[in-house]
T-cell receptor, first 113, second 109 residues
Framework: DAGVTQSPTHLIKTRGQQVTLRCSPKSGHDTVSWYQQALGQGPQFIFQ???????QRGNFPDRFSGHQFPNYSSELNVNALLLGDSALYLC????????????FGPGTRLTVL | LAKTTQPISMDSYEGQEVNITCSHNNIATNDYITWYQQFPSQGPRFIIQ???TKVTNEVASLFIPADRKSSTLSLPRVSLSDTAVYYC??????????FGTGTRLKVLA
């Protein structure tokens, strides 16, 4: 079992650009959550996808959007990048209800110049 | 809005027991409390999860008092490889996840 995988590992963008990050959940998991972790801080919940729909989102602007595919993989899109969007973006997968254990991927390090 | 608070850092020696407490205000009655370990440049790794009283697994114990306004992660006999950042996480019944501020544990030889 490959666990949760994310791509790319690292990414460098400039302000104003758009970025797409990808996540494949752990085998058997149908729920994907995305988090933003700034350097030295704890992860902040962005949103969660289940059955191809956004089930809930945290306090993030509409520049952050996502998608879940029929195979349960997911994408995180960020438009009009700001310097403050530089962070480690983590994907976590789980099964069934949101109370279940979340398995995290290694993350994508996004740097905005 | 619910928030969590943890000590910023802790030092311990190998073989000692370490207890890390997380305070969480306004936690809803149906919230679970989960603890994660994170190494630099890696995703958080699940340690233990509980709802009330005490939960124990092969690596840790979790103590949750009756008022559920705090929880304590207990790591028995830590080793150098336990040096990491530890986060509490509580799950809201409205499907939102809130991580604690994180505790940086340093285990000394």
């Amino acid at each position: 079992d490959a666990g949760v995988t994310q791509s790319p590992t690292h990414l460098i963008k400039t302000r104003g650009q758009q970025v797409t990050l990808r996540c494949s959940p752990k085998s058997g998991h149908d729920t994907v959550s995305w988090y933003q972790q700034a350097l030295g801080q704890g992860p902040q919940f962005i949103f969660q996808y289940y059955e191809e729909e956004e089930r809930q989102r945290g306090n993030f602007p509409d520049r952050f959007s996502g998608h879940q595919f029929p195979n349960y993989s997911s994408e995180l899109n960020v438009n009009a990048l700001l310097l403050g969007d530089s962070a480690l973006y983590l994907c976590a997968s789980s099964s069934g209800t949101s109370k279940n254990e979340q398995f995290f991927g290694p993350g994508t390090r996004l740097t905005v110049l | 809005l619910a928030k969590t608070t943890q000590p910023i850092s802790m030092d311990s020696y190998e073989g000692q027991e370490v207890n890390i407490t997380c305070s969480h205000n306004n936690i809803a009655t149906n919230d679970y409390i989960t603890w994660y370990q994170q190494f630099p440049s890696q995703g958080p790794r699940f340690i233990i999860q509980g709802y009330k009283t005490k939960v124990t697994n092969e690596v840790a114990s979790l103590f949750i008092p009756a008022d559920r306004k705090s929880s304590t992660l207990s790591l028995p006999r830590v080793s150098l490889s336990d040096t990491a950042v530890y986060y509490c996480l509580f799950y809201s019944g409205t499907y939102k996840y809130i991580f604690g501020t994180g505790t940086r544990l340093k285990v000394l030889a």
